[in-house]
């Protein structure tokens, strides 16, 4: 199972199989243009897989606050 | 595989909105390019000026950072410490502290508790005024005062695009002709204020994210434990949802707005200004807003 790190807030799951990562986001129902999708030192795409024994992390980008 | 667009290798980013995919070469190389058009085109820099880099430790701060010492910028970097003793604001000082040493780079910080004797929590409960107005309120008189004070030719913001977007769509929907004129990319050095400069204005918040990834810099990632209900982040995910249908649209509304629309309300603010009582700031009042804020927490 691929295991899938979030942040902001941070919490983790398990997801079965060899999925497309615009497939994982959908489930997960986050907009691919807020986040980076990380596996290791790598950026992934939205038509990349992630396999079975991946860790991948779904980093938001959006911040804000006083200017 | 997505391909770059550039070269044909495997791409690790897409953008949507200029319909392209980049390899980590070649993005970085757009990412300079998009910097070095801002710098070029809005008139920002020139390269014996000494920029003060305001640095949160965020993507964008450390982003801009980066990329000014990589285009050969002398720029020297800039942190308040904005709460003393909280995990937030210490882990955000480390991960600056962190990237200026790997990069032999020189920067300044400031602890806003040792030297004006609050932080921005106290600041709020002392004044009634918002987190985020007092912790802004504070960032810009502090930088700009310091850059006054240490002879900066200019201070550089990582505001990125979504940022200006986002402000410029609250100013919209208040019709602010005042706060609409002075919405740019470039704030002229004028009447005792050093020239401000925001050379991630082209590009987006995901772009100066992924930035920082593949340059490998080591920024905080956490969001600040504060900023909840933020008006700002609002006015962000409104904007989101429309390019989400629509790439581009976020860019042509703040580009458009400078090509066709600031030129409208030019003059809008103008105000005489004196130097403030207190500290000798700029204001258009006896003492500046600042001062008046530490009078009232004070109090």
Redo the contacts between chains.
């Keep these: 199972m691929a295991h899938i790190v979030l ?2 807030p941070r919490r983790e799951l398990d997801v079965d199989g060899v999925k497309q990562v615009k497939v994982i986001l959908r489930d997960l129902d986050i ?1 691919p ?4 999708v ?1 596996r290791g030192e ?7 897989y992630v396999n079975a024994e991946d860790t991948i992390e779904i ?9 | ?2 391909k770059c667009t550039r070269c044909k290798g495997r ?4 953008l ?1 909105r200029h319909n392209a ?1 980049f390899c ?1 070469d070649c993005y970085l190389h757009f990412f300079r390019e998009q910097v070095k058009r801002a710098i070029e085109g809005e008139d920002m820099l020139s390269p014996p000026d000494r920029v003060l880099v305001a640095v949160s430790g ?3 701060s450390l982003a801009l950072w980066d990329v000014l010492a990589d285009l050969g910028y002398d720029a020297t970097g800039y942190h308040i410490v904005l709460w003393t003793g909280e995990e937030y604001a210490t882990e955000s000082l480390v991960h600056t502290q962190k990237f200026a040493d790997e990069r032999g780079l020189k920067l300044i910080a400031y602890d806003l508790k040792e030297e004006r004797d609050f932080t921005i929590p106290e600041l709020r409960k002392a004044t009634g005024r918002s ?6 309120l ?2 810009r008189h502090e930088i700009s005062k310091a850059a006054a004070d240490l002879g900066f030719d200019a201070v550089a ?1 990582g ?1 990125n695009l ?2 200006e977007a ?2 410029l769509l609250g100013n919209v929907l208040r019709w602010d002709a005042k706060y609409l004129s002075r919405q740019s990319p470039v704030l002229a050095g004028e009447d005792g204020f050093v020239k401000k400069v925001k050379p991630l204005y082209r590009l987006t ?2 772009e ?3 930035y920082a ?2 340059r490998g810099i080591d920024y905080q ?4 434990p ?2 909840a209900g ?1 008006t ?2 609002r006015y ?2 409104a904007l ?1 949802a429309i ?2 249908h629509s790439p581009g649209t976020k860019a042509a509304f703040y580009h458009s707005f400078l090509d066709h629309g600031r030129q409208h309300f030019e003059g809008s603010d103008h105000v005489e200004l004196r130097a403030c009582d207190s500290c000798g700031m700029p204001t258009p009042n006896d003492v500046c807003s600042f001062c008046r804020m530490l009078e009232q927490a004070n109090r």
């Design positions: 942040r902001n907009d243009e807020t986040v980076l990380i790598d950026l992934l795409t939205r038509e990349d980093r938001p980008v959006i911040s804000g606050g006083a200017s | 595989m997505t791409a690790v980013l897409e949507r995919a980590k965020g993507k964008d987190t985020c107005g007092a912790c802004g504070v960032k913001i505001h979504d940022d986002a402000v918040e995901r100066t994210a992924a990834f593949l990632v956490e969001e600040c504060l900023v933020n700002q982040i962000k995910e989101d390019e989400r």
